[in-house]
């Protein structure tokens, strides 16, 4: 079973203190086998949002909503259940200090 | 240069061979790194750590993300246009849904 | 060198500025830098030429002069030169570069006009961003024509930048098929920096010519760039044929004279033979674009001998086929006026009525300012003043603060 973690870092991909932490943790989801893809994204101003109406292309500055875009990066994991999923979002550096980490079951076609 | 996608709405104006359709000619383009489509936002779960350690598990997605996300793609163009271009082309740009372009970093 | 001698050699250097940069970001793909080395180059002329002489081309003699400080940079940094040669790569891969014009420089400024006036750049920005790069102004001088702090404009700019950088936003002109949709943004970004140039939103000076000349330059810059836009043509023509009243627009007093007050003996000649071809441009070979439509208008005007002999029903249709390009209650607004020129003020203030309570006209002074008008000349002043009044109640720069106080006084001694 698949599964994204979206880090919700405010796009903070941390301090060089953390840094080391996110090589281990980088390190220990490629190693055990579970790692499907993963990116950490830059940052948050960086955003376009991009829509369609009426056929008409309307591109604009920012994240899609009032409101900060708080995404920081994500893995998908591919693990046999959500408990184990839940482990590897309580190992990730980006649940700590604040963070969080969201969890959500890919659709398997 | 790697973008993400983030396909912020239901998509549901769109039929699923719109979606393969798309899915097929990221595919075929050359630039496809990685996509996966998620399932129903109910199904989220979201863990935090908290100050002594504890973690903190909660039904449903990060509250203050208000996050609406139905799927991803990671893409590898040369630009932004390239990359908004792709994201117009995405169903999940149509019917009041949005995508928002990111990018990516590169570790040298 | 004396400062003054110096600012002048900088206001020659303006419009290099903006080609020399604009041919560096095409070659190294990195607007930073591409600026720095622009800067180092102009400060070397500034050392250089008044010993040895003007070069013969000082065009290419900045160019050699910015690429070798570029190269060595280079050369200093290998991790920055591997980044910008891969950049080098995917930009190539996006746009093959065409071989450089036979000789001279290749001007490169249209993708730099369609970077600066990128829709994924905040709309607020595009202006100052277009000011400082094409235009060449400095960051203080970009502040100061937005009448905001040095600093406040340093961050803007930095923020716009990076995400240039940051989003990899590229230096390309769009293809013929997005011109439709990438076009109106460069045009309203130089058209913002015209209506600024007129913002009547605060200051003692009605007009801020040195701004207003910014954008016709620009415009004029563009033009050449894209001959064969029509609307580019209607954006110039637009500016012009509405600079040239420049000078009619205010009396001794400094308060604003109205469009049929103006002594038409003060307008500027010049400027308007430049904007009538212009005009005719805009308007031939297809359907008309907002820009044009605004130029025929602001023409109709130019060409007329006084307010009782323009050619008022034209103006009504012209603002009826604008109204269909850019539907807003600004633009009925407006139409009302040249309505009530047109048919009489009863029948224009009726249209005016009729937009009481639109969003978009809540807090403009122009709608109680265009009411007051007409009811004036109704002659039924009670209501004028008081029309008036509520106009003053919003009304921001000081020229229009006199003019409806003038206005005002006279209708209260009725």
């Not at chain 3, 820009?291 to 009782?308: C, M």
């Not at chain 3, 809540?362 to 008081?386: M, Q």
Request: proline share 6%; glycine share 10%.
């Amino acid at each position: 079973m698949k599964y994204m973690l979206l880090i919700y870092t405010g796009g903070n991909t941390g301090d060089a203190g953390d840094f080391q932490a996110w090589m281990e943790y980088d390190k220990s989801v490629k190693e055990a086998g579970v790692y499907v893809s993963g990116e950490s994204l830059t940052d948050p101003a960086d955003t376009t949002t991009v829509k369609v109406t009426g056929g008409e292309r309307i591109v604009t500055d920012g994240p899609f909503a009032e409101g900060r875009e708080l995404l920081g990066g994500y893995y998908v994991i591919d693990v046999p259940d959500k408990a184990t999923a839940l482990e590897w979002a309580a190992r990730c550096p980006g649940s700590w200090e604040g963070g969080a980490v969201s969890v959500r079951p890919c659709d398997t076609y | 240069m790697k973008y993400m996608l983030l396909i912020h709405g239901s998509g549901d104006g769109c039929t699923p061979q719109e979606w393969m359709d798309y899915d097929k000619s990221v595919r075929e383009a050359g630039i496809f790194v990685s996509g996966e489509s998620l399932a129903e936002q109910a199904l989220a779960t979201s863990v935090t750590i908290g100050e002594s350690g504890e973690r903190v598990v909660t039904d449903g997605p990060y509250a203050e993300a208000r996050e609406v996300l139905g799927g991803f793609y990671v893409i590898d163009v040369p630009d932004l246009d390239a990359a908004t271009d792709w994201a117009a082309r995405c169903p999940g740009a149509r019917d009041g849904g949005s995508m928002v372009v990111r990018p990516v970093v590169e570790y040298a | 060198m004396p400062g003054d001698i110096r600012a002048s050699v900088e206001a020659i250097f303006r419009e290099e500025r903006g080609r020399l940069l604009a041919a560096l970001v095409r070659r190294f793909g990195d607007l930073d830098m591409a600026e720095e080395v622009t800067s180092e180059a102009i400060e070397a002329a500034l050392l250089r030429w008044p010993i040895d002489g003007v070069p013969a081309s000082p065009g290419a003699w900045l160019m050699t002069t910015a690429r070798r400080r570029a190269v060595d940079r280079l050369r200093r940094d290998k991790a920055y030169a591997a980044r910008l040669a891969l950049l080098q790569v995917e930009a190539d891969r996006a746009a093959p570069a065409a071989p450089e014009a036979d000789g001279g420089l290749p001007d490169e400024r249209l993708r730099l006009f369609f970077t600066c006036a990128h829709p994924a750049l905040p709309e607020a920005d595009r202006g100052a961003l277009t000011l400082r790069y094409l235009a060449g102004l400095t960051t203080v001088e970009v502040a100061r024509a937005y009448l905001v702090p040095v600093e406040t404009m340093a961050k803007r700019l930095v923020r716009a930048k990076k995400k240039i950088s940051g989003a990899r936003i590229p230096f390309r002109v769009p293809e013929p098929h997005e011109l439709p949709s990438r076009l109106p943004g460069v045009l309203q970004a130089i058209y913002s920096i015209f209506t600024e140039g007129y913002a009547a939103s605060a200051g003692p000076d009605l007009v801020r010519h040195d701004l207003a000349e910014e954008a016709l330059r620009l415009g004029r810059i563009l033009r050449r760039l894209l001959p064969a836009e029509r609307e580019v043509a209607g954006l110039l023509a637009l500016m012009l044929l509405t600079h040239a009243r420049r000078d009619a627009r205010t009396g001794p007093d400094g308060g604003l004279i109205l469009l049929e007050d103006q002594d038409r003996s003060q307008w500027d000649r010049v400027m308007i033979d430049e904007g009538e071809p212009l005009v005719v441009t805009a308007l031939t070979g297809g359907p008309p674009g907002p820009y044009g439509v605004q130029a025929a208008i602001a023409a109709l005007h130019s060409t007329a001998a006084d307010v009782t002999s323009t050619d008022w029903p034209q103006i009504v249709l012209l603002y009826d086929v604008l109204r269909s390009l850019t539907p807003s209650p600004v633009v009925d607004l407006n139409r009302a006026v040249a309505v009530a020129m047109r048919d009489g003020e009863e029948a224009g203030l009726a249209l005016l009525d009729g937009l009481a309570g639109e969003p978009q006209l809540r807090g403009l002074h122009v709608y109680p300012a265009a009411r007051a008008e007409l009811l004036r000349r109704l002659g039924r002043f009670p209501e004028a003043a008081e029309a008036f009044r509520e106009a003053l109640g919003l009304a921001g720069s000081d020229p229009e603060r006199l003019h409806l106080r003038q206005r005002l006084s006279e209708v209260e001694g009725h």
